[in-house]
């Protein structure tokens, strides 16, 4: 059965920090890029970060890049998601998912994790 476990979210004042994790099974995670997306509500969900599970490159979207860092430890088959300075407009619910090498589209996903970001 897939799994992907994501936890680490909660409430944080502007300019805080927080790490989510996504604890992954079930599938070969090598052969699989790992993403976080995020939904805020009446908002489209928004790819912000991936991360390349074979080589380690990454993607940030603009509305995160230089705040978040997005990392892989593939002996845990976990993914990480540092964010630094948050800002409210990050406030959203949180997905981690998969989606095998050269696939466009994820396959698997997390159940998500709330992440608040008020004074």
């Known amino acids: 059965e897939v799994q992907l476990q994501a936890s680490g979210g909660g409430l944080v004042q502007p300019g805080g920090s927080l790490r989510l994790s996504c604890v992954a099974s079930g599938f070969t995670f090598g052969e699989y890029h790992m993403g976080w997306l995020r939904q805020a509500p009446g908002k489209e969900r928004e790819g912000i970060s991936s991360?390349?599970?074979?080589?380690?490159?990454?993607y940030y979207a603009d509305s995160v890049k230089g705040r978040f860092t997005i990392s892989s430890d593939n002996a845990k088959r976990t993914v990480y998601l540092q964010m630094n300075n948050l800002r409210p407009e990050d406030t959203a619910v949180y997905y981690c998912a998969a989606k095998f090498r050269g696939d466009a589209e994820y396959k698997f996903w997390g159940q998500g994790t709330q992440v608040t970001v008020s004074s």
């Open positions: 991360i390349r599970t074979d080589d380690g490159s990454t």
